[in-house]
């Protein structure tokens, strides 16, 4: 790869999580009863919660710096697709299907992510150099 493209890689790969990386700091503490309620309320049940705020703050971190990159990329597919479909799939709520559009769309970049992998500045990348 050329080196603008790794720069953009990486570009991409930093602003890719900050989503998920806040979402999931909200989430630990006040925020945490409230996504909770949500959650039981959308009929998901609670104790998916802490994998969550694993997939969101751990995985967002993880993809900033280039860590289990498609693996993550992988988890955030699935994860984004379900948001979508349970979340905010009753597009009679006004935001929801803006909601609904911005999780597909975060799916579709976490899937060229998987494919294409993290690039050259990344750990991963570090990683495989070494060993």
């Known amino acids: 790869m050329k080196n603008i493209e790794n720069i953009t890689i990486l570009v991409a790969r930093i602003l ?3 989503l998920f990386i ?3 700091y909200g989430k630990l503490g006040n925020g945490y009863i409230e996504t909770q309620q949500y959650m039981h309320a959308m009929g998901v049940p609670a104790f998916l919660l802490p994998l969550t705020i694993l997939l969101e703050f751990g995985g967002g971190i993880a993809i900033l710096l280039g860590f ?3 693996t993550i990329a992988i988890f955030t597919v699935a994860f984004s697709l ?3 479909f349970i979340f905010h799939f009753n597009f009679a709520e006004s935001d929801n299907q803006l909601m609904f559009l911005k999780d ?3 799916a579709g970049g976490y899937m060229l992510l998987a ?3 993290p ?3 990344s750990i991963d990348h570090w990683l495989n150099k070494k060993w």
């Open 16 to 18: 890719m999580p900050l």
């Open 115 to 117: 494919i294409l992998g």
């Open 119 to 121: 690039g050259k500045l």
């Open 82 to 84: 379900l948001t979508a």
């Open 68 to 70: 289990l990159t498609r």
């Open 22 to 24: 806040f979402a999931g």
């Open 104 to 106: 597909l769309s975060i």
